[in-house]
C-alpha cells in the first residue's frame, strides 16, 4: 500500500476524482475495510454512522453523487442510475487499491450494493443488504402502503401522528432540497419503531438529517425501475440481509424474500427496530455484522 493510499484511509473527510467528477468519503476505525453506501437516494451519510461497527472494520461512508460534498451529475436531479453509482464506487475502491472490501448498503443503497455484488462479485469481500428489497415500483409501494397503516394503528392517538404522516404523503411531491428534507424530518417517525417512546434518544438525528433532490429517473427521464428477483439467485458473494421488524418502507417480507433467493445468506431481524436498526439496536446490529464479518474472514 502506498503513502498516498494510506493518506486516502486516514481517519476523516477525503475527496478523489472518479470520472472528472468529485467524490467525497468519511473514514472512521479500523480493521477490513468495508463501504457503506446510505439511501434515498439523497439522504446525507452522516445518519448511517455506526460508531459500534468502527471497532472493528474501516468504515468508509461514501456521499453519493449528487448528494453532500460529492458533485452533481450534468443531468441533475436525473440519471442516477444503479450503474452510474456502481461506476463512481468502483473507481473509489480503485482509488484507495483495495483489491476486495466489504460493502453495506442501506436502503437504496442497498439497491445499489445488489447491483454491485450482482456484476461485479470479484471486488467484494461481502455483502450486507440492511433494509434492502429485491424490487420497487407498484408491488413495493403497495406494501409500504399497508406497513404504514399498520404503524398509523400502532400509534393512533399520538400527537405527532398527523404531521408525520403528512409528511411522508408529501415527499414525493417535492423538487425541491429544503422542502424535500423538510418533508423527510416530518416522517420520520415513521421509520422508527417507537420513536415518540424515545424520542430524547432520536430528536437530534431527526433534526440533523438532510436530503438532496434526486429524481427516480435515467437521464433520459425513464424511471429506474428494479427487479432483482431473476438475477439474486446467481448472487455468489456471501451475503448478510437485516431488517427490522417494524421497517415500514423496506420490510420484513422483502428481506425475507432476499434471503430466500440468495443462496447461503444470513438473516438477521431486528425485532424492536424499524429503518434505523444501527441506532435502534446498536449493539444487536454491530453483532450480527461482526458475526458475519467473522465468518467470512476464516
Known amino acids: 500500500m ?3 493510499t494510506s493518506d486516502l484511509l486516514s481517519p476523516g473527510a477525503h475527496e478523489v476524482l472518479i470520472d472528472g467528477l468529485r467524490q ?3 473514514v472512521y476505525g479500523s480493521g477490513p475495510a468495508c463501504v457503506a453506501v446510505p439511501g434515498g437516494p439523497g439522504v446525507d451519510w452522516e445518519y448511517l ?3 459500534a461497527l468502527e471497532e472493528y472494520l474501516t468504515m468508509v461512508y461514501v456521499e453519493p453523487l449528487g448528494t453532500g460534498g460529492s458533485q452533481r451529475l450534468p443531468s441533475h436531479p436525473h440519471g442516477y442510475t444503479r450503474e452510474r453509482y456502481t461506476r463512481s464506487l468502483l473507481g473509489l475502491i480503485d ?3 483495495l483489491p476486495q472490501v466489504f460493502l453495506l448498503g442501506h436502503s437504496h443503497g442497498g439497491f445499489v450494493a445488489q447491483y454491485v455484488a450482482l456484476h ?3 471486488r467484494l469481500r461481502g455483502l450486507v443488504l440492511y433494509e434492502s428489497a429485491p424490487v420497487t415500483g ?3 409501494m403497495a406494501e409500504a402502503g ?3 397503516q399498520e404503524f398509523a394503528l400502532r400509534n393512533e392517538g399520538r400527537p405527532g401522528l398527523p404531521s408525520a404522516l403528512a409528511g411522508l404523503q408529501s415527499v414525493g411531491s417535492f423538487t425541491d432540497d429544503e422542502k424535500v428534507t423538510a418533508a423527510l424530518r416530518a416522517l420520520m417517525p415513521v421509520y422508527f419503531a417507537h420513536y415518540w417512546d424515545r424520542e430524547d434518544e432520536f430528536r437530534d438525528l431527526r433534526a440533523a438529517v438532510a436530503c438532496s433532490y434526486i429524481s427516480s429517473q435515467d437521464e433520459n427521464g425513464d424511471p429506474d425501475v428494479i427487479d432483482d428477483r431473476g438475477a439474486l439467485p446467481s448472487l455468489a458473494v456471501p451475503t448478510l440481509v437485516v431488517v427490522g421488524a417494524y421497517d415500514v418502507i423496506c420490510g420484513p417480507r422483502w428481506a425475507r424474500e432476499i434471503h430466500s433467493l440468495v443462496p447461503q445468506s444470513r438473516l ?10 444501527h441506532v435502534e439496536q446498536p449493539a444487536e446490529f454491530s453483532d450480527a455484522v461482526r458475526s458475519f464479518v467473522a465468518s467470512v474472514s476464516v
Open 95 to 97: 482509488a484507495l487499491a
Open 138 to 140: 407498484a408491488e413495493h
Open 2 to 4: 502506498t503513502d498516498e
Open 120 to 122: 461485479h462479485p470479484d
Open 146 to 148: 399497508a406497513r404504514v
Open 49 to 51: 454512522r455506526a460508531p
Open 268 to 277: 438477521t431481524v431486528l425485532e424492536d427496530s424499524g429503518h434505523f436498526g
Open 24 to 26: 467525497r468519503y468519511h
